[in-house]
Every structure is written in C-alpha cells, then in structure tokens.
Nanobody
C-alpha cells in the first residue's frame, strides 16, 4: 500500500517562498507518475504540476513560472517549490501518485488519473 506524506506548508507573507515535500513509502517500485494538486476552501481540487518517471514536468496553465516540481528518486520524495507567493495561493496542497510511469498530457493534470493521495499540507499566504 502506497503511503504519501506531505510536509513543508505553513503561514507566509506574500512574496515569500516555500518548498513542499511529499515522501512516498510502501512500494519499492519507483516508476510512478506523481503530481501536486491544491484545493482552496469551497473550491474544487485543481492541478498544479505533474512529473513522470523520467522527470518530465507538466504544469497547469496558470501555474507555470512560480511553481517548480521536482523529485528525488533515491529518497522517494516529491517536491514543489513555490516562489513569489500570493494570497490566492492559500490552499491545502496534496501530493498524488499513479503507478503508471507516464500519463499523457493533459490527462496527467486530472484528479481521476491518480489512485494514491496524501492528507495534504496547508499553505496560508497573508497580504
């Protein structure tokens, strides 16, 4: 059973930066496609970015530029770096994983493509 644990969230002022982490455990198979999603209060869960087993990244249209997804295969950790944070970035950020090594874009940014989810880490940005 795959287990995903996010960390790195917190309360920051606008303009600051954060690096979120997601530790994957429970399955030594490493060729997962993984992604970050976020959900603001009262809104649907939306994609931020995805990365396949080869390390190729895809970003949601509105997320490219300030968000960088990366991974450390040796440590089985997924990262999301967020720069120039804005109050509208306030949300719970979720890590997701699919046992497929590659998901065609733009499907790689769809919630339904991922079968494993973490509990989320809260990011709150104040003006």
């Amino acid at each position: 059973q795959v287990h995903l644990v996010e960390s790195g969230g917190g309360s920051v002022q606008a303009g600051g930066s954060l690096r979120l982490s997601c530790a994957k455990s429970g399955d030594p198979y490493s060729n997962y496609c993984m992604a970050w999603f976020r959900q603001a209060p009262g809104k649907e869960r939306v994609a931020v970015a995805a990365i396949n087993a080869r390390g190729q990244a895809a970003y949601a249209n509105s997320m490219e530029g300030r968000f960088t997804i990366s991974k450390d295969d040796g440590q089985d950790i997924l990262y999301l770096e967020i720069k120039a944070l804005k109050p509208e970035d306030t949300a719970t950020y979720y890590c997701a994983a699919s046992r497929r090594s590659w998901i065609e874009y733009p499907s790689s940014l769809w919630v339904n493509e991922y079968e494993h989810w973490g509990q989320g880490t809260q990011v709150t940005v104040s003006a």
